[in-house]
């Protein structure tokens, strides 16, 4: 079946540090997948950070980057400079571009911002 | 502004008993879902509603049923609950034509003891 891998947590950073977590993804059952990058901050619900639908395109949002790649079916969040305020769960996720509703979560990564 | 809401946040239950987990949103959304996520697991859709009683099964829609009365609330019924459905229990809604763009409520955490 579809499954999507990332990076297991908690990751901890200090601020203006760089980061990366990774995302792998398998999309067996999939004929076009679309990738996305949801945040869940403190106390909130997950919210849409970023989505890439046609591979080898970069997606950014609030200094946040991703790169949808086919051949290593990856999708890993990069951002240069982290801030106390980037602390949240961060989850990858995969969905079908033609069928569309279900999305495939990972995990979710933990990320602590040291101040 | 744009908002899915949860009640109630906590809930504690006993083995045997009905919960109702019920979710709001304000934006008109058709479509709406019921996911779970557990420790080392990702979410995992229990349900989806296309609309008003127009609701289809997900991926773990066994000891669970869903409400859909009208287009702003979506419910979720456990009917004699089991231990193992102790969670944290996620709704959201997506907007048409973004169907992968969802918008979550802050989840309810259900321990069924």
């Known amino acids: 079946g579809d499954s999507v891998t990332q990076t297991e947590g908690p990751v901890t950073v200090s601020e203006s540090e760089s980061l990366i977590i990774n995302c792998t993804y398998s999309?067996?059952?999939?004929?076009?997948?679309?990738l996305f990058w949801y945040v869940r901050y403190p106390g909130e619900g997950l919210q849409l950070l970023l989505k890439?639908?046609?591979?080898?395109q970069k997606g950014s949002s609030r200094g946040f980057e991703a790169t949808y790649n086919k051949e290593t079916t990856s999708f890993h969040l990069q951002k240069a400079s982290v801030q106390e305020s980037d602390s949240a769960v961060y989850y990858c996720?995969?969905?079908?571009?033609?069928?569309?509703?279900?999305?495939?979560f990972g995990t979710g990564t933990s990320l602590l911002v040291d101040p | 502004d744009m908002k899915v809401t949860q009640m109630p946040r906590y809930l504690i239950k006993r083995m045997g008993e009905n919960v109702l987990l019920e979710c709001g949103q304000d934006?008109?959304?058709?479509?709406m879902y019921w996911y779970r996520q557990d420790p080392g697991l990702g979410l995992q859709l229990i349900y989806i509603?296309?609309?008003?009683?127009?609701?289809s099964e997900g991926d773990i829609p066994k000891g669970y049923r869903v409400s859909r009365k009208k287009r702003e609330h979506f419910s979720l019924i456990l009917d004699s609950a089991k231990t193992n459905q102790t969670s944290v229990y996620f709704c959201?809604?997506?907007?048409?034509?973004?169907?992968?763009?969802?918008?979550f409520g802050a989840g309810t955490r259900l321990s069924v003891l």
């Open positions: 934006m008109s959304h058709e479509t």
């Open positions: 999309a067996t059952s999939i004929a076009y997948p679309n």
């Open positions: 996720a995969l969905g079908d571009r033609c069928l569309g509703y279900k999305l495939t």
């Open positions: 890439v639908i046609t591979a080898g």
């Open positions: 509603s296309y609309d008003v009683d127009s609701n």
């Open positions: 959201a809604s997506s907007p048409p034509g973004q169907k992968n763009t969802l918008y």
